[in-house]
């Protein structure tokens, strides 16, 4: 017996849009820091949000990311680490049509001041506190919470706190950006035993820096270990 599939009937799937939305994250001022656009369209004209925007049919995913930081923010590449957050697709989450968009994390260090374009009429960075409190626009609010837990639980089973860091960095840079991503101060001897004895974690650059009284600070890199084994615990380290 001849088994025939079903026509695709296309009136029974309602066309839907894709969009992309960073969370980018970076330390400025010993505090980590979410970049945040304020809208100047229609919907929530006026409200913050996350960087992002609609994919065109001729891109990927990670060149709309791209584009839509750069006009958005003036950032024209996509710096550092890069990761896919997650997707988020529920009903209502866009007034305007069915909307699915999948979320992208980026940590970078030192990131320079947003130039707002596009349909933003302003970007900024601000403190992670101070967004997450922040009535964001559609649910970028959870978003934005996702991928500062994400941020966090990585620094404690991956190499990717370097990922905030400038190429050559000190002991105690690497712990304030720790401090800084984590909200919690961490015990200086602690935390410079466990970063030094991770096999392959750091290396030493052989030069030094002046970084405050004493004699000067060893300038170290990121190392090849990628996977923190035993992680280095926020409860632990405070």
Not at 71 to 93: F, N, S
Not at 148 to 169: D, H, I, M, N, W
Request: hydrophobic share 40%; charged share 25%.
């Amino acid at each position: 017996m001849r088994v025939t599939s079903p026509v695709h009937d296309e009136s029974a799937h309602p066309p839907f849009a894709v969009t992309v939305d960073l969370v980018v994250l970076t330390v400025r001022d010993d505090a980590l820091q979410a970049l945040l656009v304020t809208r100047g369209e229609e919907p929530f004209r006026g409200r913050r949000a996350l960087p992002g925007g609609f994919v065109r049919p001729d891109e990927d995913l990670p060149r709309a990311a791209s584009r839509e930081l750069t006009e958005e923010t003036g950032v024209r590449r996509i710096p550092a680490h890069l990761e896919q957050l997650a997707t988020y697709g529920a009903p209502d989450r866009d007034p305007r049509m069915r909307v699915v968009s999948v979320a992208y994390l980026v940590m970078a260090p030192r990131l320079p001041d947003p130039k707002p374009g596009g349909d933003a009429a302003a970007a900024e960075w601000v403190p992670v506190a101070e967004a997450m409190a922040a009535d964001l626009a559609f649910d970028h609010g959870t978003i934005l919470r996702d991928g500062v837990e994400r941020a966090r639980a990585k620094l404690e089973y991956t190499s990717l706190g370097t990922a905030f860091c400038q190429p050559e960095f000190t002991i105690s840079e690497l712990r304030r950006v720790y401090e800084a991503v984590w909200g919690v101060p961490i015990d200086p001897r602690n935390f410079h035993r466990k970063v030094t004895s991770t096999q392959g974690l750091l290396e030493n650059t052989g030069h030094t820096l002046i970084d405050g009284p004493g004699r000067p600070a060893t300038l170290y890199r990121r190392g090849r270990t990628t996977q923190l084994v035993p992680p280095i615990t926020r409860e632990a380290q405070a």
